[in-house]
């Protein structure tokens, strides 16, 4: 030991080859000596290692696997509560507009539940068209397809396509009552309509009295009201 200004300054002798590893495989920082610095984060052990395994998936990681053993027509998307994407749901579309809902609920933990959606729809629908098909989120993506294939989506292709034809004729019927009501309002003078889907009515004053017209799909009924020289008509239907 040297003295020097009152303080000690250690002499270590380093071996040469030692001193150049050391300073060649470590850089600043006791960082690799790539450049690339490493986040910091504590070191994964086998305990962090059996944790991660252990956690379940979430919904939003499952959609993919499943949809590449459905086939090629099935597209994964995510859902949505206004921007945020949501861990615990997805949706399956299909190239002719069919969607499957998929998702984790809250008093059924690590199960999933798939069942085909539908468009808003007055559609009465039976027993056994709605049915959901659940699965655990752990099995393999090739059997909840396996699942989904022969358990939902056939009933849910043909169900669906009731759908379809039914708010079509729905959307006639609306077009129809529209026009038959609004052409009726035009031809009494005084009449003011009310339309509402597939029902309309069309009321008139007649001092005293009132008259209207109900329709109700293909449906039309007359009611009198206090009419002049009458007793109040019911109502009825052609």
Known sequence: MVAIKGQF????????????????????????????????????????????????????????PIALELGGNWRPQPARHGVQELDHAATFIHLDGRQLHLSERFDDPGHLHIRGAFHTTDYPFRRGERDTVRVAMRG??????????????PVHRDVH???????????????????????LSARLPGARTRIDGTTALVYMDLEPGEVRIGLDGDTVSLVLNDAPGSSPTPSYSR
Do not use: F
């Open 140 to 153: 393999d993506p090739a059997d909840i397809a396996a699942r989904i294939a022969a358990d939902l989506i």
């Open 9 to 64: 300054r250690a002499h270590i002798q380093v071996d040469p080859a030692l001193e150049l590893g050391l300073i060649s495989g470590v850089g600043r920082g006791g960082q690799p000596s790539t450049g690339t610095r490493r986040a910091n984060r504590p070191p994964t052990t086998s305990l962090t290692r059996r944790r991660t395994i252990n956690t379940p998936p979430t919904v939003a990681e499952l959609p993919h």
């Open 161 to 183: 396509e009731r759908v379809k034809e039914h708010n079509r004729a729905q959307a006639e019927m609306r077009r129809d009552v529209e026009e038959a009501a609004r052409d």
